[in-house]
C-alpha cells in the first residue's frame, strides 16, 4: 500500500517561508514513485480541499492555482522518492492542513490534474499556520 508522509508545516509569520516535504514508499511491484504524476492540496476545515500544485511523474512540467502562483514551487526528487513544497510570502490565507497525493492513473502522462478525485493516494497532511 503506497504511503505519503508530509513534513515541515509549522507556525511562520507574514512573508516567511516553509517547505513541505512528502515521502512515499509502498509502490506494489513494478510501480515506481517516478511513474506517478504528485500535487499539493489543502484544506481548511469546514470547507473544501482545493488544489495547489501539481507537477508531472518527470518534473518536466507543473501547474498552480492563481492564489499561488510565483509564490510556491513545487519539485520532486526521484531518487528519494520525495516531493517537495517551497512556499515564499506566505501570507495568513495561506493557513492550511496541506495534503500530498499521487495520481495512480495514466502512468507517464503529463496530464494536469487538479481535483481530488483524480488522485488516489493521500498523506495525513501537515499544519502551516501564517500568523503575526
Known amino acids: 500500500q503506497v504511503q505519503l508522509v508530509e513534513s515541515g508545516g509549522g507556525f511562520v509569520r507574514p512573508g516567511g517561508s516553509l517547505r513541505l516535504s512528502c515521502a512515499a514508499s509502498?509502490?506494489?511491484?513494478?510501480?515506481?514513485?517516478?511513474?506517478?504524476?504528485m500535487g499539493w492540496f489543502r484544506q481548511v476545515p469546514g470547507t473544501e480541499r482545493e488544489f495547489v500544485a501539481f507537477i508531472t511523474w518527470s518534473g518536466d512540467s507543473t501547474h498552480y492555482a492563481d492564489s499561488v502562483k510565483g509564490r510556491f514551487t513545487i519539485s520532486r526528487d526521484n531518487a528519494k522518492n520525495t516531493l517537495y513544497l517551497q512556499m515564499n510570502s506566505l501570507k495568513p490565507e495561506d493557513t492550511a492542513i496541506y495534503y500530498c497525493?499521487?495520481?495512480?492513473?495514466?502512468?507517464?502522462?503529463?496530464?494536469?490534474?487538479?481535483?481530488?478525485?483524480?488522485?488516489?493516494?493521500w498523506g495525513q497532511g501537515t499544519q502551516v499556520t501564517v500568523s503575526s
Open positions: 497525493a499521487a495520481r495512480a492513473q495514466n502512468f507517464y502522462s503529463n496530464y494536469v490534474a487538479t481535483e481530488t478525485v483524480e488522485y488516489d493516494y
Open positions: 509502498g509502490f506494489s511491484s513494478g510501480l515506481t514513485f517516478s511513474m506517478h504524476s
